[in-house]
Structure formats: C-alpha cells, structure tokens
C-alpha cells in the first residue's frame, strides 16, 4: 500500500500530518508526498520527515497547481514504482492511529474505493466549530443523496456514497480504469466518485477510517460560504485554500 499527501504551501500544518501517519498501527506502507507548487518549506520538510520516518518517504513535485493534479500524479508516480493499494488524505489533516490498518483491512475484503469517516480537528476550532463541521458533513452527504444527477439513471451501478478525498482509499486497478483523479483545482471528490460509481458497485464506508479534518475553510468562509466552496460556486473555487 502506498499512502499519497498533495501539499501546496502547507510548511505549518505538513508536520502534524507526517507525525499522524508515524503514529499509524499499521506503518508497512510507502508514503508519498506531492509538493504542489509551494514556494514555503512544505518539501524541505517532507524529505528532513524521510530521514526519521518508520517507512520509506518519497517526495515529488507537481507544478501545475490543483489538488487533483497533485492527487494524479501522487498516485500514478506510486502505481509505476508497483503500487497495488493506493490511501490519500490532506497534508492539514491528522488521520487517526487504525487509519492505514482499516484501509488495508477494507481493500483486503473486496472493496474497490473505501470512503472513510471526516472529523473536525480538535486543535483547530471549539464545541461550536466541531459542530458547525459535523453539520456541514451531513449537509453534503444528504445533497449527494438527493443530487437528481448523482441517480442511477444517469448510469451509476452503485448508490451515492459521502467521499472525502482526503479520507480515502482505493485499489491500483480501479484508479487505472476510471482514469484516475481529475487533473483540476478543487473540489474534485465528487467528480472523482462519480467516475468510481460508473465503473463499479465494490464502493464502502469504513467507519474505523478516521480522519481529523481542517476546520480553516469554516473560519475563512462560514458555514455557508464553505458548503457553496465544496460545490464549487463559492470563494476559493479555483482552488485556492484560505490561510
């Protein structure tokens, strides 16, 4: 298994995530991380991570700015170096200790693309921020559902799943033959999903995948400019992250 991390302009918050993943139960993995344009410290302190880390570190660059150009590149550069199982979360995001265990134990049973379950960081916001998150989750999981055109008339073998793509997982062969991540800015998770739902039913929800997420977007927009972000009418729709 290969974990993959796109990282624009994240020297701040990289280092939280890399000591996450060092903190995994299961570390026999190769961790792969995309620096995305950044003009801060994010891969200097990506291949310093290399020297320490209880698995081997590799540390690439993609130019073209845009999550899923990071995402496409970080995955396919893994895929070439013999990757059958494919994780990726976000280089602001802490995912919890069993995260790379429950994966493996995911795609180990059947599953195409495993769907894992977003929290909001604890050390970035309070009660009400945390909140505000989990409510902003369900919003977008009952707009997926109810989405006419995420309906399986429009020629989807498998119903509408929430996908975060910084909580996800996915085997090498199904990633080639959906064409992988669409190379633009944010958001993609959706697009990327709906590629997955076209080919396959093997689609599940790992609870035990758990992943604190960044709750810098709820702070920067709101609650509302936030979900109109992920739906790509907001601010920040042409991929720019809030500082």
Not at 21 to 32: E, G, I, K, M, P
Not at 128 to 136: D, E, N, S, T
Not at 176 to 200: C, E, I
Request: charged share 20%; aromatic share 6%.
């Amino acid at each position: 298994m290969w974990v993959v991390v796109p990282a624009h302009q994240e020297a701040a918050r990289l280092p939280g995530t890399l000591d996450a993943l060092a903190a995994q139960t299961d570390t026999d993995f190769t961790l792969v991380v995309v620096d995305n344009a950044s003009t801060d410290d994010t891969a200097c302190l990506a291949r310093g991570f290399a020297k320490r880390a209880p698995f081997p570190v590799h540390v690439v660059t993609e130019p073209e700015k845009g999550v899923g150009s990071a995402v496409d590149t970080g995955f396919r550069y893994a895929l070439a170096h013999g990757a059958a199982a494919l994780a990726r979360t976000d280089a602001d995001c802490l995912p919890h200790p069993g995260w790379a265990a429950a994966a493996r134990a995911a795609l180990g049973g059947g599953a195409g693309l495993v769907c894992g379950r977003v929290v909001a960081r604890a050390d970035e916001h309070g009660p009400l921020g945390r909140a505000a998150f989990r409510l902003l989750v369900g919003l977008a999981a009952l707009f997926g559902r109810i989405r006419p055109a995420h309906r399986r008339r429009h020629g989807y073998l498998a119903p509408y799943r929430m996908h975060a793509g910084n909580n996800m997982a996915i085997t090498a062969h199904l990633y080639q033959q959906v064409g992988g991540a669409p190379r633009r800015p944010s958001p993609t998770d959706r697009l990327f999903l709906n590629r997955v739902r076209r080919h396959t039913t093997a689609i599940t929800r790992e609870r035990r995948m758990v992943v604190g997420n960044s709750t810098r977007r709820l702070r920067a927009y709101g609650l509302l400019g936030t979900a109109r972000w992920y739906l790509g009418k907001g601010p920040g729709r042409h991929g720019e992250d809030p500082r």
